[in-house]
């Protein structure tokens, strides 16, 4: 596999990242305007019916540990893409490296 490859591999993985990390915030821009709505309607039921208002309560909490782990899904999943980041920059500096020897081993005649 050639530097190109690699090259290639790596913005195709980039361009993977961006996307989903853009669509995981959008998702969180989501939650978040659920969240206000849910709380304006929530202010409007604490007037008429106090019993709704308590299956509202524990429904929001509800809510509120699901956008949690969302959250954590999304740190988790964004460690994990600088983590493969930084090893396929390992990879490619290998890669360089082993190129450079290689040259370096033609260049001076000891390939033969």
């Not at 980039?14 to 995981?24: D, F, P, Q, R």
């Not at 008429?48 to 509120?64: T, V």
């Not at 990879?91 to 260049?107: A, C, E, T, V």
Request: include cysteine.
């Amino acid at each position: 596999m050639g530097d190109n490859d690699t090259e290639d591999e790596y913005n195709k993985l980039k361009v993977k990242y961006l996307n989903l990390k853009n669509k995981s915030n959008k998702l969180c821009d989501h939650f978040k305007n659920i969240r206000e709505e849910k709380m304006k309607i929530e202010n409007e039921l604490i007037e008429k019916d106090k019993d709704f208002f308590e299956k509202l309560r524990s429904l929001n909490d509800k809510i509120g540990i699901l956008e949690i782990s969302l959250y954590n899904m999304k740190d988790n999943y964004e460690k994990e893409i600088i983590k493969k980041d930084l090893e396929i920059k390992k990879f490619k500096n290998i890669l360089h490296q082993l190129h450079i020897s290689n040259q370096l081993s033609i260049d001076s005649g000891f390939d033969k």
